[in-house]
């Protein structure tokens, strides 16, 4: 399977944001990044970004296992909880049920799919409203 890479449309992100979308190095880490940077509700959370990322001397390292363990303790909501859940399927080897898109809403969801759709390599696939 071939997955293609996101295009380099962070010039708009914020530092913090351009230096994540930077250290994402696989296809997986690549989706769920651009869905966080995307959705920026979530990202905008100190303990959120403490959770997922540390500074290094080679810049930002991800500790998505970081993130997984503290997920219940950063004071999210059920839906925000739910996207960051399904967030770290597409990111790292992290189990959940599909039910949790039933907690999202129609932007976090629409992110989500879009994530989904470019991880997969389809280019084939739109997501928006149907007239």
């Not at 997955?3 to 989706?31: G, H, I, Y």
């Not at 500074?55 to 991800?62: A, L, R």
């Not at 967030?87 to 790292?92: E, P």
């Not at 976090?108 to 007239?131: F, H, P, Y």
Request: hydrophobic content about 45%.
């Amino acid at each position: 399977m071939t997955a293609t890479t996101p295009p380099d449309d962070d010039t708009e992100a914020p530092p913090f944001e351009k230096q994540l979308l930077k250290a994402a190095v696989t296809p997986r880490e690549q989706a769920a990044v651009r869905a966080l940077v995307d959705e920026e509700q979530i990202l905008a959370r100190p303990t959120f970004r403490t959770a997922l990322a540390r500074q290094t001397d080679d810049g930002i390292e991800f500790s998505w296992q970081n993130l997984a363990c503290y997920l219940y303790g950063l004071g999210l909501d059920e839906s925000e909880r739910a996207f960051a859940d399904l967030v770290l399927s597409l990111a790292w080897p992290h189990q959940t049920s599909l039910t949790r898109v039933m907690d999202l809403d129609e932007r976090r969801l629409a992110i989500l799919l879009r994530a989904m759709i470019n991880l997969s390599g389809v280019d084939t696939l739109a997501v928006g409203t149907r007239l």
